[in-house]
């Protein structure tokens, strides 16, 4: 079945570090992956995605990168802020049958950015 | 718009008693629909979900049932709570456009 693997947490990172989450899937078909993002005591949010190989999603400075060959969809931003500290999840797509539109996720990444 | 509603935001609930937990959404027609609970250390996991009306399927079976009597009313019971069923549960749902989450439940069982 489908599955996404990402580094563990906790990360943590001074104001203006460089930051990679590494996320990697398993999935047969051609998925769309995603980063969602959780602020403390909220929901999940929509960070970023791209639908097919070779596509980037950017957002709020952060950028993802589909690449089939090596099925990896590794968060970057250049600078972090405070503001960022989060839990980021990386998730595909089901590709087919019912639960075509259910997303897998990996177990999450908690990043703790430190003035 | 398309929004989604849940509640409640947070509960306490002793061992043994009923749950129910309700999310509608708006703005949108015949959406799948989706429970995800996020355990301690263990990421999120898919529960339920339902393409349509009376359409429910599990994905993992356990103490838990979903029901869904109107097409954007999707709502997660328990006849028994047990101390495992504590921890963050997300409505979402889904059409052609993109996935959308609820605020959240948590949940904790005392």
């Known amino acids: 079945g489908d599955s996404v693997t990402q580094m563990e947490g906790p990360v943590t990172l001074s104001e203006e570090a460089f930051l990679t989450i590494n996320c990697t899937y398993t999935?047969?078909?051609?998925?769309?992956l995603f980063w969602y993002v959780q602020y403390p005591g909220e929901g999940l949010q929509l960070l970023l995605k791209?639908?097919?190989?070779?596509d980037k999603g950017s957002n709020k400075g952060f950028e993802a990168t589909y690449r089939k060959e090596t099925t990896s969809f590794h968060l970057e931003k250049g600078s972090v802020q405070v503001s960022d500290s989060a839990v980021y999840f990386c998730?595909?797509?089901?590709?087919?049958?019912?639960?075509?539109?259910?997303?897998?996720f990996g177990k999450g990444t908690k990043l703790s950015v430190i003035p | 718009s398309q929004t989604i509603h849940q509640w409640p935001a947070t509960l306490v609930q002793p061992v043994g008693s009923p749950l129910s937990l309700e999310c509608t959404v708006e703005?949108?027609?015949?959406?799948?629909l989706y429970w995800y609970r996020q355990a301690a250390g263990r990421g999120l996991q898919l529960l339920f979900y339902?393409?349509?009306?009376?359409?429910i399927s599990s994905e993992v079976p356990q103490n838990l049932s979903a029901s869904r009597p109107q097409d954007r009313q999707f709502i997660l019971s328990s006849k028994k709570l047990l101390l495992s069923d504590s921890g963050f549960y997300l409505c979402?749902?889904?059409?052609?456009?993109?996935?959308?989450f609820g605020s959240g439940t948590r949940l904790t069982v005392v």
């Open positions: 979402a749902w889904s059409t052609n456009y993109g996935y959308t």
């Open positions: 999935a047969t078909g051609y998925p769309s």
């Open positions: 791209a639908t097919k190989a070779d």
């Open positions: 998730a595909l797509s089901g590709t087919s049958g019912a639960g075509s539109y259910q997303l897998t």
């Open positions: 703005g949108t027609s015949n959406p799948n």
């Open positions: 339902s393409v349509g009306i009376g359409q």
